[in-house]
């Protein structure tokens, strides 16, 4: 029996059942035996609809996996989550995401007090911050108006800023430059600056505890590179520089003073945080207006997953489908496809969220699971991935479910593109469903040897997400649908969700390795042969330059 009991469950059990029963059917059969899969399998909230009739799955299935997930608690816990109990367990916190996004007048309570005021105290702050910066209010050191806006993160503290400029461009001031630091190696930082006026640059330190290397080295970077630029005096870096944390201690010793820090809090996972202060970049962009209607489409997807029954309800519907294949069809990758460029970063936001979420091996209790967790999700905008990879997803080896996201209107028309672009994605999920049998290449007058290499299979599952427009409040109400999405299929498998102790380990080897690199003096060093001479080679590459 599995440590959790999931796959000893009366709901697991009959699912697998169900799975067997239903290997093999296609969905020809299945749409042929009902035709109106296309309008029943649909569910709308928050101003998305979700077509998700293209799956291998009948109603039972449905029926079968909303069983398996009230048999998990999955609804207990979304409540406890709202609540504000401490689901993340190995780190015991709450997780309350959802209250960065809550109306003034709601009220949710951690440890006695309420925290919803603190939210909106730091967005008025924000608001006041993004309207001086944008009105050329705030001046510089040397008291130009700032331009340029460089938001310094990692991870958390930066994917999902990256991923709202991008994504919201189109609303954002065309007049200021917006870019994003995050790795360490320093063609980032380099990139990001040649070309930029210190005297007109702000940066924005995005780090949740601001002790993250590569965050606090690029800080560092940006500090001397802002000092150097003009002329050393120190109080330049109060004019510059503010700070997004939770550790006001770490942003004082940097020397950013704490009245230019914008807070948040210990029950906000980093790939949850875009829409705390970690989204200052982003207000900076699009300003506050614009920010509070993106709140309120992530508000909106929060209180439909909160309160629509599952057969309705568009993150349920999506996680329990992602377990499906996942857990019983083996499926190791989900594609996620935006057919908007402007979402062009998504899949890369989406990858921390859900791998980060749910790539876990063992359970709340510590048992290993005996189950797949979490997918690997990638995916690139259409149409250009039609041209790439689509080719293995059609007539591949593997099963890849993909979410396909569209949008009823094109931010830059442009004669009847917008028609071009969404008659591909509506006509790639029909044929990925249908495909094409041999009967049909052969009716194109194919000659027999080559009707194998032409023959699509179909079977290609598919989710289609559309929305009206690409709005802050569609972004909003997207980025939580897979927000509880993720939530639905961590509870299924009982693990933390909200923790990411597997990336530690790689943390604490580098700060190992760093000195070894460094000292040619240092002994051999301790690790295995590999790394020992990999170690070697960089540290004579390095000796022979600088000698
Ligand atoms: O290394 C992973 C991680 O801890 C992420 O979870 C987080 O989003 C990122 O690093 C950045 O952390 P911080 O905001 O504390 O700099």
Not at 36 to 62: F, I
Not at 80 to 100: Q, S, Y
Not at 425 to 443: C, D, H, S, Y
Request: with cysteine; net charge neutral; proline share 5%.
């Amino acid at each position: 029996m599995s440590p959790s009991g999931l796959r000893a469950s009366p709901a697991w059990q009959a699912l697998a059942r169900h799975w067997q029963a239903l290997n093999g059917t296609t969905l020809r059969q299945l749409f042929d035996a009902r035709p109106d899969r296309g309008t029943r399998m649909v569910a709308e909230g928050a101003g998305l609809y979700l077509d998700y009739s293209k799956n291998l799955a009948t109603g039972e299935t449905l029926r079968l996996l909303q069983a398996l997930a009230r048999s998990r608690g999955v609804f207990a816990r979304r409540d406890a989550m709202f609540r504000g109990d401490r689901i993340n367990e190995t780190e015991r916190r709450a997780v309350l995401h959802v209250a960065l996004r809550a109306p003034r007048n709601e009220r949710i309570v951690v440890d006695g007090k309420d925290v919803v005021p603190e939210v909106h105290e730091v967005l008025d702050r924000m608001a006041a911050f993004s309207d001086k910066v944008r009105s050329g209010a705030w001046r510089g050191h040397s008291g130009k108006p700032i331009r340029n806006v460089i938001s310094i993160g990692i991870g958390g503290s930066d994917l999902g800023p990256v991923m709202a400029y991008e994504a919201l461009k189109h609303y954002s001031r065309r007049d200021m430059t917006f870019r994003f630091v995050s790795n360490v190696d320093p063609t980032d930082f380099a990139e990001a600056t040649r070309d930029l006026d210190a005297e007109e640059t702000l940066f924005v330190v995005c780090s949740k505890t601001f002790t993250t290397l590569e965050t606090l080295t690029n800080a560092h970077a940006a500090r001397d590179w802002c000092l150097h630029k003009l002329g050393g005096d120190e109080a330049a870096v109060a004019k510059h520089f503010v700070a997004v944390s939770t550790n006001a201690e770490e942003v004082g010793k940097f020397g950013i003073d704490t009245a230019n820090m914008f807070g948040f809090w210990d029950w906000v996972g980093g790939r949850y945080s875009m829409d705390s202060a970690i989204g200052l970049s982003t207000m900076l962009a699009i300003g506050p207006d614009r920010f509070r209607d993106m709140l309120a489409g992530f508000h909106a997807m929060d209180v439909h997953f909160r309160r629509t029954p599952a057969d309705r309800n568009l993150p349920v519907l999506l996680g329990l489908l992602a377990v499906w294949y996942n857990d019983f069809f083996g499926a190791q990758t989900v594609a996620v496809l935006p057919y908007a460029q402007y979402l062009k970063r998504f899949p890369a936001y989406l990858q921390q969220l859900t791998m980060e979420s749910n790539g876990k091996h063992v359970t709340l209790s510590g048992g290993r699971v005996d189950y797949p967790t979490g997918p690997v999700y990638w995916g690139e905008p259409g149409t250009n991935g039609q041209h790439s990879f689509y080719q293995l997803i059609h007539q591949g080896t593997r099963l890849i479910p993909c979410d396909f996201i569209g949008f009823m209107r094109s931010l830059n028309p442009l004669g009847d593109q917008h028609d071009l672009l969404m008659a591909n994605l509506i006509a790639q999920t029909e044929a990925l469903a249908f495909g094409k049998t041999p009967a049909q290449v052969r009716a194109e007058g194919t000659p027999e040897w080559l009707v194998p290499h032409r023959v699509c299979e179909g079977n290609r599952p598919t989710n289609t997400i559309l929305a009206e427009n690409l709005t802050p409040h569609s972004l909003g109400a997207l980025v939580a649908l897979y927000e509880h999405s993720v939530f639905t299929q961590g509870a299924i498998w009982n693990i933390d969700s909200f923790d990411q102790w597997g990336v530690e380990l790689g943390k604490q080897l580098a700060s190992k390795v760093i000195p070894q690199l460094r000292d040619p003096m240092d002994p051999e060093p301790d690790h295995d042969s590999s790394t020992n001479a990999l170690i070697r080679r960089y540290r004579a590459a390095r000796t022979a330059r600088s000698g």
